[in-house]
């Protein structure tokens, strides 16, 4: 009982305006382990911010697969920092947030889709490039085709060079930046 009230302490206090405040609270859900999962997949519904954020980055830190799942529901918060940690967070899940992430790709809202692209790029699993090279072609918004250009950067698989070259005439000139990037660091252009 007495742990239950310290963390739900220490999850209200990720809300503090110090920022050196809410990390050190972080550090202490970190050590806690374990038992703060449920409650911190709780708080990723909490209406501040903070705690959505810092309880997202603290889940991807204990890389507890019962996160997940809420985890990609948290890709549709309204706030982009939110969305920006949770993808950070779905990455360091690794392989098991691999096929939820590739089945995001086809989501109706793009900055869910982008959210997805830049997190498989963090996974680097090469399962992800044919998904990645649709987007990177297919993707009516620029940051979900620069996501896919840069996860298809970081992957580092030869399916990815003629795609990224087409990118290079993409109408997005961040899009055509991150393919030139890549492409130069191989060797290919």
């Known amino acids: ?8 302490r ?6 503090d305006e110090d920022e050196l405040v809410r990390l050190q609270a972080s550090e202490s859900l970190e050590q806690i382990g374990e038992p703060v999962v449920e409650p911190l997949i709780e708080a990723l ?10 309880s ?9 697969k019962r996160a997940i799942e809420p985890l990609i529901e948290n ?9 920006r940690d ?15 992430l590739i089945k995001l790709l086809d989501d109706s809202d793009w900055k869910v889709r982008g959210a997805a692209a830049w997190g498989l790029g963090r996974i680097g699993n090469k ?11 297919e993707d009516e918004n620029g940051f979900v085709r620069s996501g896919a250009a840069n996860a298809l950067g970081t992957i580092q698989d030869e ?21 030139e990037k890549y492409l130069k660091a191989w060797g290919k252009i």
Not at 1 to 8: A, G, K, P, Y
Not at 45 to 54: E, H, Q, S, T
Not at 75 to 83: A, E, G, P
Not at 159 to 179: G, I, Q
């Open 127 to 137: 399962k992800a490039v044919d998904p990645l090279i649709k987007a990177l072609l």
């Open 1 to 8: 009982m007495e742990r239950d009230d310290n963390v739900s």
């Open 86 to 100: 949770t993808s950070g967070a779905l990455s360091k899940m690794g392989e098991p947030a691999t096929e939820p």
């Open 45 to 54: 519904n909490n209406p501040d911010k903070n705690i959505r954020r810092c």
């Open 159 to 179: 399916r990815a060079v003629e795609p990224l070259k087409t990118a290079m005439n993409d109408k997005s000139s961040y899009v055509r930046k991150v393919s």
């Open 75 to 83: 890709l549709r918060d309204s706030n982009k920092w939110v969305r």
């Open 10 to 15: 220490l999850i209200e206090t990720l809300s």
């Open 56 to 64: 997202a980055r603290i889940l991807g830190e204990l890389g507890d």
